[in-house]
């Protein structure tokens, strides 16, 4: 059986998971499947949720169940906070949506030890917290990894920071980021109501247990605020310009109310669709940014346009560069799932442990 944390400090570099929520249970998942090929890991050390910490020994998996099944009842625990938890050249990989989580990645970079995250609270909030990971990672030797938190592993922070590495200026990104509208506009056709779709979006798993995080643009933004600055373009949340599709009366309501209420969003989405279909193009919810400005909001494109494309949960984004000036480099592929996004932290894990 797991133990409970204090445990011994094993010499060799480990491996520390927060959250053990869909995302840090399919991380378990792919690691075990990783190791059982043979795949040379870092030895899995602890993980914890809010409610307990546990060391994993050779069953991270029961280390797993153990934390699940922990009591909900308790004040919410940071054993992880404590200075002797984490060493310089451990890594921690960061599986929560908590703004406390995200609040220790510069310290964690300070003192050496690498974070990897699926959080988007660390690079897509507050711009100040956003420059002291990256300037904490430059000084202290630690490595980021954060592909898991735009795109869920696309090639999309790597393709940025690559051209910006090459010497080329970013002139303009902006494309389809959130897996669950895609998934939504691509498949509303303005005969059964909008509300319709998003439950059934929900009910498939790929919106927010509260689908309105998803509708109000808020993840877009973030994910548009952590593309921009790793373009090396000092982007503030407030400069986002956010159109969200939130109806101010269904914004209101507690989260139970809001899901008996969604048929709120059918009018005005509907009339949008009309829009669309009278004027031949289609409705792709669209974050971009450029020299100009940054939005985030749903628009009417043309079919050919080359965000119109893909399915299902695609992302898809166009890169305006000087060396990709008259034709955008198109990014597309899957961008959401908690397989993807487990894969995505994991190969940010074994960059970083073979690396260093
Ligand atoms: N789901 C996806 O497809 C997807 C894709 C890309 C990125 N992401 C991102 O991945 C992250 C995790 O998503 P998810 O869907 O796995 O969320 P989730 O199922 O709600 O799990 C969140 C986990 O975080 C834990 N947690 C919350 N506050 C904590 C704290 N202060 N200390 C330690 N653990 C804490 C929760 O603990 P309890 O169990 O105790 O509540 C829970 O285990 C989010 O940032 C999300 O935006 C998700």
């Not at 970079?109 to 974070?115: E, P, Q």
């Amino acid at each position: 059986m797991s133990a409970v944390l204090p445990f011994a400090r094993p010499a060799s570099r480990r491996l520390a998971l927060l959250g053990t929520g869909t995302v840090g249970t399919a991380f378990v998942q792919r690691y075990q499947s990783l190791q059982s090929r043979g795949i040379d890991l870092p030895q899995f050390s602890w993980l914890a949720n809010s409610r307990t910490a546990r060391a994993c020994g050779q069953q991270p998996a029961q280390a797993l169940q153990h934390a699940n099944d922990a009591a909900r009842d308790v004040p919410v625990l940071q054993p992880w906070a404590e200075a002797e938890g984490l060493q310089r050249g451990d890594v921690v990989v960061d599986a929560t949506a908590s703004d406390d989580v995200a609040n220790w990645h510069e310290q964690w970079l300070a003192r050496g030890v690498h974070v990897v995250t699926a959080n988007k609270l660390g690079q897509g909030a507050q711009l100040a917290r956003a420059q002291a990971i990256t300037d904490s990672g430059q000084g202290g030797g630690a490595h980021y990894g954060d592909s898991a938190t735009v795109g869920a592993g696309l090639p999309l922070l790597s393709s940025l920071r690559g051209l910006v590495a090459g010497g080329d200026r970013i002139h303009r990104v902006e494309g389809v980021l959130s897996g669950s509208l895609a998934w939504l506009f691509h498949h509303y056709d303005g005969q059964r109501p909008f509300s319709d779709w998003v439950r059934e979006a929900a009910a498939a798993g790929y919106t927010e247990p509260d689908p309105r995080v998803d509708l109000s643009g808020e993840d877009v933004r973030r994910k548009l605020l952590i593309l921009a600055r790793a373009s090396g373009i000092a982007l503030r949340a407030e400069q986002v310009q956010v159109t969200s599709l939130v109806p101010a009366a269904l914004a209101a309501l507690p989260t139970a109310a809001a899901i008996e209420q969604l048929s709120l969003l059918d009018a005005p989405l509907h009339a949008q669709w009309e829009q669309a279909r009278e004027q031949g193009g289609c409705l792709r919810f669209i974050g971009g940014f450029d020299a100009e400005g940054a939005t985030v909001g749903l628009r009417i494109i043309p079919r050919d346009h080359p965000l119109a494309g893909g399915a299902q949960t695609d992302n898809r984004v166009a890169i305006h560069s000087d060396r990709y000036n008259a034709q955008p480099l198109l990014i597309q592929g899957p961008g959401a799932g908690a397989d993807i996004t487990a894969a995505a932290l994991l190969d940010d894990v074994l960059t970083i442990t073979r690396a260093r």
